[in-house]
């Protein structure tokens, strides 16, 4: 006759057999830790992580994001600019995004603004100016493993 607390047991490990089991979908990584120190990235498929030792940190999308860009060049003067239009963006290297991953929507409207106030505002191209953003956009998020793949922004009175 097989006890309660024997059950009990065969249960548990069962039940941590089958929660260190991950399924990565296609488009996305997963970035790993073992006991709380950076272990690694795992990539679309079928994965086994030993439970209480590894877990998952972040869930990445590599497909790519869309921020919406709506505020005011200088929120102290009612009378600036407002900024509007959209940035697509993608991670490019997934463990370096790792530590940004959860602010990088603030850390691209941050370097956004530098941008701007870098290109022509009076340029009457608006793709060029789109164009000198992205690109200086680019030159200073690479270091973070993302990308900026599209700008498409306008200044509004």
Do not use: C, F
């Not at 548990?12 to 690694?40: C, D, N």
């Not at 590599?62 to 959209?86: F, K, N, Q």
């Not at 200086?136 to 993302?146: A, D, I, Y």
Request: charged letters at 25%; proline letters at 5%.
């Amino acid at each position: 006759m097989i006890s309660s607390l024997t059950i009990a047991l065969i249960l548990l490990i069962a039940a941590m057999a089958i929660s260190s089991i991950k399924r990565i979908p296609e488009g996305q990584v997963y970035t790993l830790r073992r006991l709380g120190k950076p272990a690694g990235i795992l990539t679309a498929g079928t994965h086994v992580v030993v439970p209480l030792v590894e877990r998952i940190a972040h869930k990445i999308s590599i497909t790519g994001y869309t921020l919406a860009v709506d505020e005011r060049m200088e929120p102290a003067h009612p009378a600036a600019p407002t900024l509007r239009g959209r940035i697509w963006w993608q991670v490019l290297d997934p463990e370096r995004a790792d530590t940004v991953i959860d602010r990088a929507d603030d850390l691209i409207r941050l370097r956004l603004r530098d941008a701007v106030q870098g290109a022509d505002a009076s340029d009457p191209d608006l793709r060029s100016r789109n164009l000198r953003i992205k690109q200086t956009l680019n030159g200073s998020l690479r270091e973070r493993g993302v990308l900026v793949t599209r700008v498409e922004l306008d200044l509004a009175a």
